[in-house]
């Protein structure tokens, strides 16, 4: 990420009943939606909503080289901070084309207990020639 000074323009929303705990990223999901129309120049959701998918999946992108970058330099606090900028962002893109984080949570429930080996071993297999 590189200038972390741009975010500044919109007050912090602190909700009475705020939990430390996977919560937050319903009530960030909640907060880039309110954003969806607004005046680009008082908040980053609204602006990189107004320039586009492609420029949302774009900076999704390279948030996530970003976070992959440090998770194999082994940097614990930055992968950390970039795992931050992959989610948010990528809950810009749900917001941006619709997806609801119910329907991941959903799709992840149903994955729940299936091994990865076990599913893709049951995969239809793919016929050669
Ligand atoms: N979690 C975040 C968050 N993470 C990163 N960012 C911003 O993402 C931007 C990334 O900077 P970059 O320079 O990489 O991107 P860019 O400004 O699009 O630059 P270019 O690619 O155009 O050069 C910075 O301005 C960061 O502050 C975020 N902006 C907002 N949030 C959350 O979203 C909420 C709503 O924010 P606003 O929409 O700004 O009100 C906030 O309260 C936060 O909870």
Redesign the pocket.
């Known amino acids: ?4 000074a ?2 500044a ?2 007050a ?2 602190t909700p009475a009943e705020a939990t430390v705990d996977a919560r937050v990223l319903q009530r ?1 999901f909640d ?2 939606l309110s ?1 969806r129309g607004t005046d680009p120049s ?7 909503m107004a ?1 586009g998918r492609n ?1 949302i999946a ?2 999704f992108g ?2 996530a080289v970003e976070c992959l970058i440090e998770a194999v330099n082994g940097n614990h606090k930055e992968l950390i901070g970039e795992s ?2 992959v ?3 990528l809950i810009v893109m749900w917001v941006d084309s619709g997806v609801t984080p119910e329907e991941v949570w959903n799709e992840l429930q149903r994955r729940e207990g299936t091994s990865g080996i076990a599913e893709k071993a049951a995969r239809p297999k793919e016929k050669i020639g």
């Open positions: 990420m590189g200038k972390p741009k975010r323009s919109v912090k929303e960030l907060t880039v954003r008082l908040s980053h959701s609204a602006r990189l320039r420029k774009q900076k390279e948030e931050a900028d989610l948010y962002h």
